[in-house]
């Protein structure tokens, strides 16, 4: 069979690279795809946008594809499941309703109040001078969020009524996320720690991932500005058994049925980022229609079943007969980023190093901002790359990932030296 693979980033290279792998794909096509989707057997890309929809259906047409797998979260937001199924093709995803779980977090937000599940308090504003006055009074810290789509970004944890002011302005008044940050929330800060739950949906059934946790903060210690994403490991070992039960009945079945009773039958990977608390409740922070990034690169280096089967059943809505098996090792990655990320960061630096993850299976580096030219493999982003390493141990997989990530070079790199402290300690 022929896979379409849409995006660019580390997420996609790794779901290209789990397909190319299946004994049942011939083909995997990734739109628009990175210097390292290029470089994997069986896998090209095509200079396709992720959100240009009309392109991606012709591209499919002429290419025959048998399944369509979304990455990135705007292609789905603005409808493309809905476009691809209304023509009869196979396009693994959350439609445009069900999107609206990561697209508004005002939806998200009122949604969780709706079905009674587990979150912070908040206050939604379209009104930057309510924004402000609420600002002025609401409990510290605070968590500032733009509504819409803002590339992981859109988040800000305030400590001061200064710095809730300020990122009011940063979002409502000078744009700082485009139109994302028109409307904003305000909510409660939740301590404790924050884990990633993800899951296969075939509209009922559930099918939970390996766990996961990941650090948002750029610099060592979890401080600095907001990312994407600068590492994660899984599996976590915040969630033990009992919390992985809660999760899946107090939060992630509750959606589900909830999206179904509100006429959303949800079809795709759903991502809840939690906060697990010292009374062990996990709380929902957020949800997103997709695999995290980076995420999603330690946990499908863990996964020894064929992802193709597994979404195959979700769109066969078969999922209930489905089990996942995974290597019992810990994976952990590091995310190489250019300096200066996630504000001005240098594109264009030639990357050199990037074959020193072939003589081994427990080693992977997964592309997310790269490019090839003149056969040089070229940064071409904030995150760059994420090495990828397995072990006996959680501290034997980050030894072997920061191993790796030691032998890429680039003039302007920069890693976080801590990924996974907290497990580890």
Not at 21 to 38: C, D, F, P, W, Y
Not at 182 to 193: A, R
Not at 316 to 327: A, M, V
Not at 356 to 367: P, Q
Request: hydrophobic share 40%; charged share 25%; proline share 4%.
């Amino acid at each position: 069979m022929k896979i379409l693979v849409i995006g660019s980033g580390g997420r996609e290279h790794a779901l290209a690279w789990s397909f190319a792998r299946s004994e049942k794909v011939t083909k995997v096509i990734v739109a628009n795809g990175n210097g390292g989707t290029a470089s994997e057997k069986k896998v090209s890309n095509i200079n396709i946008d992720p959100e240009d929809i009309t392109a991606l259906i012709n591209l499919a047409k002429a290419e025959e594809i048998d399944l369509t797998v979304v990455g990135p979260e705007a292609p789905l937001v603005k409808g493309i499941v809905d476009q691809f199924n209304n023509l009869g093709m196979r396009c693994f995803g959350p439609t445009a309703l069900g999107a609206r779980l990561e697209g508004s977090k005002t939806y998200t937000k009122k949604f969780l109040e709706r079905f009674n599940i587990a979150t912070a308090s908040y206050k939604h504003f379209s009104n930057v001078e309510e924004a402000i006055n609420y600002g002025q009074k609401c409990n510290l810290p605070a968590v500032v969020k733009a509504d819409g789509l803002a590339a992981g970004k859109g988040v800000i944890i305030t400590n001061t009524r200064k710095e809730v002011l300020d990122a009011i302005k940063l979002m409502m008044s000078d744009q700082a996320f485009g139109s994302a940050g028109e409307k904003i929330i305000i909510e409660d800060f939740l301590e404790g720690e924050e884990a990633s739950f993800m899951a296969i949906v075939d509209g009922t059934n559930i099918l939970p991932l390996a766990t996961s946790q990941d650090h948002k903060a750029r610099d060592d210690g979890d401080k600095g500005p907001n990312t994407g994403g600068m590492g994660a490991y899984s599996p976590a070992p915040i969630i033990d058994d009992s919390i992985a039960e809660v999760i899946m009945s107090d939060i992630m079945q509750p959606t589900i049925d909830g999206l179904r009773q509100e006429g959303e039958e949800y079809i795709g990977f759903l991502y809840a980022g939690l906060m697990i608390g010292a009374d062990r409740i996990p709380r929902v922070l957020e949800f997103n229609c997709r695999m995290g990034d980076p995420e999603t690169q330690p946990i499908l280096f863990r996964l020894k079943t064929d992802l193709v089967d597994l979404i195959e059943a979700a769109l066969n809505k078969t999922l209930h007969r489905q089990n996942c098996e995974w290597d019992p090792r810990p994976s952990l990655g590091v995310v190489l980023a250019a300096d200066g990320y996630p504000n001005k960061y240098h594109k264009g630096d030639n990357i050199t190093g990037l074959n020193c993850d072939n003589e081994s299976d427990n080693l992977k580096i997964f592309h997310a901002g790269t490019r090839i030219h003149n056969n040089q493999i070229l940064t071409n982003g904030g995150r760059v790359l994420c090495c990828v390493a397995l072990g006996d141990t959680l501290k034997e997989a980050k030894d072997r990932a920061y191993d790796l990530a030691n032998k890429v070079d680039w003039k302007n790199k920069y890693f976080r030296k801590d990924i996974g402290y907290k497990a580890i300690t």
